[in-house]
Every structure is written in structure tokens, then in C-alpha cells.
């Protein structure tokens, strides 16, 4: 018998002696109660989300123009002295000329494949580490606690906002969600695009020493979002 | 499980008269509870998502292996593989075989409740591995050689001076990287990104994995948990069976509830749903990063006795620590008095179910049954009833103390006889007013001066109820 069946087998021979309460044999489907979900006007969407986030310390930035997300990422990557980004790829930003736009501006985007080679892995990946700067896109934001959501794929890389300091990240307005559980209803792709789905709410943060507020401990300490129409 | 020489009972003595722990307890537990109250009551449908929640894990446990299967083909259909493991020794010998045949040197962990249960590290150290705790609380506890205290703070038993030393002596820390917590966060960091970097393999636990689409979820703060499951190439993660939820949409209801029943955020900081390793097409790589390996070893170690038994309702627990800091014992005691890896009420229930009552009986002594843990429960679980349930157990397997067991023969002979009755509660209240000091026992013999060393006991009034009942009825 496979380790499998022998597993499972145990555990059919244990469930008839389970005590569960409340144990129904139907799934309970769908929860119905939340409160801060549907008709929210798409302004107060945005409101919410600016004070969650900033209330997490995170930024955010409303751009209306595509000179204006350039700048606000100037901005950003002047005040850290970077010339550098580790970024997702074109097709996932917006504006799609975005990535072209700031490569003609004197910023590289360095390549962030990693390698199958263990070896080459960890040489490419100490190499990263030294880039201060990490732009992606998203695919939602929740504004009942001010994350933001990023789906990873092709182009779509995890280490942009994970290994540097520093990540921005550009949202539509129109990604905006009320909560977690209205975006992952909208997004039934979001466990099959790629291997790893986030939700990220503001900058890294430990408390783990006597309870203080650390920011930054293994992720990005400072998060900006920004906002496109 | 290792089980230490010092018995209950003086690692409780141990812990009533440490100052600091004592400080450290009490401000980590007002602020979680505080902060637990505060986010649940600004969440309207709180009460209803905690009724849903519960549902869902009961639910759940009652199908547990069609969930288990369906997780299995799910993750496999994405590339993962899946590994099942009855005992420690099979999960251990599992993750060691995949770590030397991979030529695995350094390993980084997120924190996983798990796998301190399956003292894992020592496997992979005697396997000639190096082994890094990478949350800031286990690493402390890991340079300290000591066991985490709280599921969510895991180093709450410390101050800053302490891990200052600690840093000194372990890592060479300077003046100005110890200035301040800041300063000391910013040297963790340091060290434990180079240790990512060089990784061979990341281990982690899992909060919840999800049946329909083979995913696993990961809550952290810092961070940890995104970059061990995304700088090395071969990820392992580590699954209580008990851990699922059978839908992306119920993954939802926990996660509103999760972070607000255990620190009072209205969400942890990264929520990292993983499904399958990256993504390849014909064997190429698709996707600029992630592991190229993902293996999720299913553990039971002592769930399915659990399962099997009046217990079986302590697997709805999603492990947020509320019922910690709610527990007035624990509040007192912290988490090491519990010697265990789960502690506070859920872990008294807990650790005597996976490893047996004896000589885990103290436990669930170790509670008043107010209900704090059940009231606070994000999934209800009625704790008191089985800490009930395991005190008769003790009983009738005679694992109680012969004091105890004398002094309830005693009692139970008593109270069926109303004369013997009365004339002990007279004998009481005679030998209250001899020994008594204004009202109060200041010492009590034997063993109830485990009592009386930390605090008064009330004498018995003068008169008993009954008297006083009858003296009222004759006027």
C-alpha cells in the first residue's frame, strides 16, 4: 500500500471516534456578511486605501499623467542615490512605456532571471542584493486594509518586491478592491497565473524585540504606491 | 518529545519569580488582547466570520481525507511533490533524503510550530547541515540555544540588553550596532540576508493550505517567509494534516480573522499564497524566479490519535495564540512553564493529545476553566470542556498526585454525609479563627502552600451557609 493510502486509510479508521462539533457533512459555501464590500464609490475606495496604507507606513502617490509616475520614480530613486531597478517587465506596467521611458532616462533595469544552476543561483542572486530599487505593478489593492496585491509569472518576478530595500509599485485606480476576500472572488486566476500570489500591507515590520516597531527587518522598509487613473 | 528533569511545577516557581518575564508578560498580553478586542469590534461582521470560520474547520476535519486527497492531486497537478509522513522519524528522514540528495549545505527556515515538534534541526545538523531561524524572535532564540515563549512573540521572555549580550557574544556586534532596537534589526538583517543568498534550501510551515487549488499560506511580518520560499532552489514545506481549508474563498474567512485574532492587525503584512514551484515550459523555466522544487510533506505525528477521540475539535484551531494571552495562567506562568512547543490552553490540550497524558497530566491542571480561551477562540473551540475531559483521564488512569487523590477520597466521603459534613465545615471554622490572621491564611500547610506562597487565602467565615440559612429561617 502507498504511504498515501496508508495515510489516508488511518484517518478513515480515526473519523467515526471524532468528536467534531458542529461538523456538517455539507460545505458551508459561500460567506455572506461582509459589510465593507459592494457599492462603495470608487473615490471613497481610494480614500480608504491612502489612510490604511499610510496608516501601515506605506505611501502613496497619485499620478495623472505617465511624466508624472516617471518623475514620482525619479524622485525616489534619487533620494537613494539608485540608478538601478530590478523591475517586472514592460508588458506589466503601466504605462507600457514606462520601462522604455526611464531606460532612456539613464536607468537600467538589471536583469532578474534567476539561474537553474545552484551555483550560478547564488551568484546571480548576490548581485541582486545590491540593487536598492524595486518597481512592479499589481494586479489589486484591498482598501479595507490598504495591501496590495501582485500575481507572479512570466515578466512577473517575486524579487522585485522582496529582495530590495526599497519597492514601488504602480496601480490602476480601478484595481482597487474593498477587501481580500472581494478581490480573490474577481480573480479566480490568481493561484493558476503563477506560482505565488501576495498581498503585501505596507513596508517589512517586526515587533519581536521587548514589542518595539521595527521597520524593514527582511523585506522592503519603505513601500510606495502609485496611483494612475 | 524530550521531557526535562524540572517538573511542572518548579519551572512555574521558576517563572512566577522572574521579574522581567513577569514584565514582558504583562505588557505582550494587554496589548494582543487589547489589541484583539479593539480590531474585532470594528469589524462588523466579526461575530458572524468567527460562526463561518468554525464551520468551515469542522467541515473540514470531519472530511479530512477526502480534503488531504484533493489537496495532494492539486498540488501535484502544479508541479509540486507530495510526501506523507506518520511519526517524526518518517518526516525527519524525509526532508534529510531530500536535502543529501540535492547536496544541501545551508538551510533557512521560516518559523514552523511543526517542525519543532519534529526537533528537526538536529536531524539536518547531524546530517552535517547548518540550519538558520530566520524570524527575528526564533533566530534570537536559536543564538540564545533556547525555545521560543509565545507562538507570535517568540523571544517576549527578553529585553533588548539581553539580546544586545547575545549579539555581542554570537555575532560580534560594535557599540553602533546595538545603539538602539532599530541598530540591532538592521544587523539581523544583514546576517540572515547573506544566509539567504547562500540557501540551498528553504523550509517553512504552512497556516493554512487550500484543498481546490494546492496552494499553501504563509502569514509573516518580516518577510522571512517571501525569501525562504523564493531565493533557494528547493523549498520544503512542512504540513500539519490538520491544516486545510477546501476553498480559495474559505482561505478568505480565515485570513479576515487570523491576524486580528492574534495581534490585533487588521492583516499581517505579507499573506504569500504559494502554488506549485515556478513554472517552467518544457523544462524551462517561465517565471524569473521562485524555487525550482517545491515538496510538501503531509505530517501526522500524533494528529490522528486526536482525530480518533473526544479531542478532535482542538484541530479546528488555526493557532493565533488568542487563547494565550487570554489565559490568566498563562499570563502568569508564559510559555516555557508549559515545556512544550504549543503552550497555554490550546497546548494543553494539545501536547497530552499528540504524546500522551503521562506525563503531560499537569496541563491541563494548569487552567482555572474561566472559559477566557473559549471566549477569545476565533473558531470557538470549547477548550474548557476538554481540559475536563483530560483531568477525568487522569484520574481514572490514577496519574494524580497522592495528596490529591487522598484528599478527594476524603472529600467525596464527606460531602455524601451530612453529619461528617457538618462537622468538618465546623472544624474549618475553628481552626480558621486559630491560624487565621484577619480573615486570611497567611501560610497553609503541606501541599496547599502552593497557594499561600504568592498570595492570601481567604479564611471561611465564621458561620457556614447552612447555619446562617438556618438561623435566618428561625426568626
Known amino acids: 500500500m502507498s504511504q498515501r ?32 464590500a459592494a457599492d462603495i464609490p470608487p473615490a471613497d475606495l481610494v480614500d480608504r486605501f491612502t489612510q490604511e496604507l499610510n496608516a501601515l507606513a506605506g505611501q502613496v502617490y497619485s499620478a495623472k499623467t505617465s511624466q508624472e509616475v516617471t518623475k514620482i520614480i525619479r524622485q525616489i530613486l534619487n533620494k537613494h542615490g539608485a540608478k538601478q531597478l530590478i523591475s517586472w517587465g514592460s508588458d506589466w506596467l503601466e504605462p507600457r512605456q514606462l520601462v522604455a521611458t526611464l531606460t532612456a532616462a539613464g536607468i537600467e533595469i538589471v536583469d532578474s532571471e534567476l539561474p537553474v544552476i545552484a551555483a550560478d543561483r547564488k551568484v546571480k542572486l548576490t548581485a541582486l542584493d545590491k540593487i536598492k530599487v524595486g518597481l512592479t505593478g499589481a494586479h489589486g489593492a484591498l482598501a479595507d486594509t490598504g495591501a496590495i496585491a501582485l500575481i507572479s509569472g512570466p515578466g512577473r518576478g517575486r524579487l522585485a518586491s522582496l529582495l530590495p530595500p526599497v519597492h514601488i509599485a504602480i496601480l490602476p485606480q480601478q484595481k482597487l478592491y474593498p477587501s481580500l476576500p472581494a478581490f480573490l472572488a474577481a480573480h479566480h486566476e490568481a493561484t493558476t497565473a503563477g506560482s505565488n500570489l501576495v498581498f503585501i500591507a505596507g513596508p517589512s515590520r517586526t515587533g519581536d524585540i521587548e514589542m518595539t516597531l521595527t521597520m524593514g527587518v527582511h523585506g522592503p522598509g519603505e513601500l510606495y504606491v502609485i496611483l494612475t487613473p | 518529545m524530550a521531557v526535562s ?6 519551572r512555574v516557581e521558576e517563572a512566577l519569580h522572574d521579574r522581567q518575564l513577569q514584565t514582558a508578560l504583562d505588557i505582550s498580553t494587554t496589548r494582543f488582547t487589547t489589541g484583539r478586542q479593539n480590531a474585532l ?45 506518520e511519526t517524526a522519524a518518517e518526516a525527519n528522514q524525509i526532508v534529510a533524503e531530500l536535502a543529501l540528495s540535492r547536496n544541501v549545505k545551508n538551510v533557512v527556515k521560516s518559523k514552523s510550530m511543526v517542525s519543532e515538534e519534529l526537533h528537526l534541526n538536529q536531524t539536518l545538523e547531524a546530517n552535517g547541515m547548518k540550519v538558520v531561524e530566520t524570524d527575528l524572535g526564533e533566530y534570537i532564540a536559536q543564538l540564545a540555544g533556547e525555545k521560543p515563549s509565545h507562538i507570535i512573540a517568540p523571544v517576549i521572555h527578553k529585553t533588548r540588553q539581553d539580546v544586545a549580550d547575545l549579539f555581542r557574544r554570537k555575532l560580534q556586534a560594535t557599540d553602533a550596532d546595538l545603539a538602539d532596537v532599530p541598530h540591532m534589526t538592521a544587523l539581523a538583517r544583514r546576517v540572515l540576508r547573506s544566509e539567504f543568498l547562500q ?8 497556516n493554512f493550505a487550500v484543498a481546490e487549488t494546492g496552494s499553501i499560506c504563509l502569514v509573516t511580518n518580516e518577510g522571512n517567509g517571501r525569501l525562504t520560499t523564493t531565493t533557494p532552489r528547493l523549498h520544503v514545506a512542512l504540513l500539519g494534516m490538520e491544516r486545510l481549508v477546501p476553498t480559495l474563498e474559505d482561505l478568505g474567512v480565515m485570513l479576515q480573522i487570523l491576524a486580528r485574532s492574534a495581534t490585533g492587525q487588521k492583516t499581517s503584512v505579507y499573506t504569500n499564497i504559494i502554488t506549485g514551484p515556478r513554472r517552467t515550459t518544457a523544462g524551462q523555466p517561465i517565471e524569473p524566479d521562485g524555487p525550482d522544487e517545491l515538496h510538501i510533506v503531509i505530517i501526522d505525528n500524533g494528529r490522528s490519535q486526536i482525530l480518533g477521540s473526544e479531542l478532535a475539535e482542538i484541530l479546528y484551531c488555526i493557532r493565533c495564540g488568542a487563547c494565550l494571552n487570554a489565559c490568566p495562567v498563562y499570563q502568569q506562568i508564559g510559555g516555557h512553564a508549559y515545556n512544550s512547543v504549543y503552550q497555554g490552553p490550546v497546548g494543553s490540550v494539545v501536547t497530552p493529545g499528540l504524546y500522551g497524558l503521562d506525563p503531560w497530566h499537569e496541563l491541563p491542571q494548569a487552567s482555572t476553566l474561566c472559559g477566557a480561551c473559549r471566549e477569545v477562540c476565533p473558531v470557538r473551540i470549547n477548550i474548557p470542556r476538554m481540559l475536563l475531559k483530560l483531568r477525568s483521564e487522569t484520574a481514572e488512569a490514577g496519574l494524580n498526585p497522592d495528596w490529591l487523590k487522598r484528599g478527594l477520597r476524603l472529600y467525596r466521603q464527606t460531602v455524601v454525609r451530612p453529619g461528617w459534613y457538618h462537622l468538618g465545615g465546623q472544624l474549618t471554622s475553628w481552626l480558621s479563627r486559630k491560624i487565621a490572621d484577619n480573615g486570611w491564611f497567611k501560610k497553609l500547610p503541606g501541599p496547599l502552600s502552593g497557594w499561600t506562597d504568592h498570595r492570601d487565602f481567604l479564611a471561611p467565615a465564621k458561620k457556614s451557609f447552612s447555619q446562617r440559612w438556618r438561623e435566618e429561617r428561625e426568626q
Open chain 1, 5 to 36: 493510502a496508508a495515510f489516508l486509510n488511518r484517518l478513515r479508521s480515526r473519523l467515526p471516534q471524532a468528536k467534531l462539533p458542529e461538523a456538517d457533512p455539507n460545505h458551508p459555501s459561500s460567506f455572506r456578511g461582509y459589510t465593507f
Open chain 2, 5 to 10: 528533569n524540572v517538573t511542572f511545577y518548579e
Open chain 2, 41 to 85: 469590534a470594528a469589524l462588523p461582521e466579526a461575530e458572524a466570520l468567527r460562526d463561518h470560520a468554525r464551520r468551515i474547520r469542522a467541515h473540514t476535519i470531519a472530511h479530512l481525507d477526502r480534503y488531504l486527497a484533493q489537496f495532494a492531486d492539486s498540488v501535484e497537478r502544479v508541479g509540486g511533490q507530495v510526501h506523507w509522513a
Open chain 2, 199 to 206: 540557501a540551498d534550501m528553504g523550509i517553512s510551515g504552512a
